[in-house]
């Protein structure tokens, strides 16, 4: 078949690229500096709840930083990744701008790349790893903006690849619950062969992906994209039902599920206990953020009311407090604060997100606890007491132990207040469920290798398990329930078949 001019002029310009790249050496890639992500304006991002912080890479940045990537024979970067991305494959399909192909790479492990690239904390995981960092004390490569552009790329070209399935073996597993563990889980099993359904409560699919996380972090439509992937590998999706309550195990057990996956997350919020705590104005980091995210409360037309005020302040210093407060920034708060009991460098929230919220007009009232709040004669918080603290020795977590100080209590201006200081895991199915063993602080107890419950049948992970995780942790929790779950499932039904 005769070839187009053009066609030839391509190929010559890959080959071209494959002998420029097998010349480069060593000193040249560690040479170029690490990529810098653009961003949007931080006065015109604050303006809509919608408009995403950071732009992605272009393709020249991207392959110029795939070419830092020094190929190691032992690559330590996958150490630090829960889901076992093959990191440097991938890596070198970009740098021979071959995306679909990079794209391909990680779906063979992960559920959800474009997800991971915007919100996984690859600077304490897989980037901490990287050669650089380990042996020259030099930024890493960039590889969390690489696997956000490779995924881009590929949702973008509207040629998305759907991994390849094995053929259907007939036994079908429930997983309750569509957050990022669910999903991982649901992915993986579909690779097997089960026939996998999703029960989700909520009305819409992606659990802490669509309720948690504000869109100027994690679009929708993003995560929209990776749902409907795991679609046409045969995951099916039931939303308003809830397991436990719509239907116990034993009901869907008689629908013919030999297994489930708990992948139920951590729903419950908590509050500190103090005085004042019920006053109209103070409501937690959950409630503040399902109803803007999930409901589009920060919307003029929608049906979903959401406080609003001048002054808001935000309890807290994990990731979820820097969207809270950044929330509030977006919905017309004049003063936005966080009020943390640490210094900023004990804070667990990732230091881009605390930069960002900086960038945005957000104030950190860091070594400072909430002790009281005051509210008006309409029974509305105005003012939240503070005291400042001062660090101690270490506690369990590692981080040095705030100490109040005596006398140094004072009092700020609220007319809106969003506890953010951590979650508890939702009861329902350790309620529900006789026989499955949880622990005291209401977590599913498993077996860490292997994700299994006291009930055989019954696996877990994620927060469920956790009592609070990062995305991808989770997320590694499914594909460990998957695999041990499949093992499971083979001894028990998979062998009986095979032996009729």
Not at 55 to 78: F, H, I, Y
Not at 265 to 292: C, D, H, K, Q, W
Request: charged letters at 30%.
């Amino acid at each position: 078949m005769e070839r187009s001019e053009e066609y030839i002029k391509n190929e010559r310009k890959k080959e071209w690229r494959v002998e420029l790249q097998k010349k480069t050496k060593a000193k040249d890639r560690m040479a170029i500096e690490r990529v810098e992500m653009s961003e949007q304006d931080p006065n015109e991002r604050i303006k809509s709840q919608r408009i995403e912080v950071n732009n992605g890479l272009s393709k020249e940045q991207a392959v110029l930083e795939a070419t830092r990537c020094m190929d190691c024979v032992n690559p330590t970067c996958m150490e630090g990744c829960p889901v076992s991305i093959n990191i440097p494959k991938f890596i070198k399909y970009i740098e021979k701008e071959e995306f679909g192909k990079a794209a391909s790479v990680l779906k063979e492990t992960s559920a959800l790349p474009a997800v991971c690239g915007r919100v996984c904390p690859q600077e304490v995981q897989c980037e901490q790893k990287c050669f650089y960092v380990e042996k020259l004390n030099q930024p890493s490569v960039a590889i969390g903006h690489l696997e956000r552009f490779a995924a881009d790329w590929e949702r973008e070209s509207g040629e998305i690849a759907v991994p390849e399935c094995a053929e259907s073996n007939g036994v079908k597993v429930a997983v309750i619950g569509s957050g990022p563990s669910g999903l991982s889980f649901a992915g993986d099993m579909a690779k097997l062969g089960y026939d996998v359904t999703v029960f989700e409560a909520l009305h819409e699919i992606g659990g802490v992906l669509k309720y948690g996380i504000p869109e100027f972090r994690l679009p929708n439509a993003v995560v929209d994209v990776e749902i409907d992937n795991l679609s046409k590998m045969g995951v099916k999706f039931v939303t308003n039902y809830i397991v436990g309550q719509t239907a116990t195990l034993e009901d869907l057990k008689e629908e013919g599920y030999k297994a489930f996956y708990v992948g139920s997350g951590a729903g419950l919020p908590r509050f500190m206990n103090i005085p004042g705590e019920n006053a109209n104005g103070i409501l937690s980091s959950n409630e503040y953020l399902t109803r803007v995210n999930l409901m589009g409360a920060d919307s003029e037309d929608s049906d979903t009311p959401v406080l609003r005020g001048k002054n808001v302040v935000v309890v807290g210093g994990g990731n979820t407090a820097m969207d809270s407060v950044r929330t509030a920034k977006r919905l017309g708060a004049e003063n936005a604060m966080i009020v943390y009991r640490r210094s900023e460098e004990e804070m667990p929230a990732r230091v881009e997100e605390v930069h960002h919220a900086k960038q945005e007009g957000v104030e950190f009232l860091t070594l400072t606890n909430p002790i009281e709040y005051i509210a008006d004669e309409n029974g509305r918080v105005k003012q939240v007491k503070v005291q400042k603290m001062e660090l101690g020795e270490p506690d369990a977590s590692g981080r040095r132990r705030p100490i109040p100080m005596e006398g140094s209590e004072y009092t700020i201006d609220a007319t809106v207040v969003v506890v953010a200081v951590g979650v508890s895991p939702n009861p329902l199915i350790p309620n529900s469920v006789e026989g499955l063993e949880v622990s005291k602080w209401g977590t599913i107890e498993v077996v860490k290798d292997k994700m299994q419950s006291s009930i055989p049948e019954v696996f877990a992970g994620g927060d469920i398990v956790r009592g609070g995780a990062t995305v991808i942790l989770a997320m590694g929790d499914g594909r460990k329930a998957a695999a041990n779950m499949d093992t499971y499932l083979k001894e028990k039904y998979l062998s009986e078949k095979v032996e009729q």
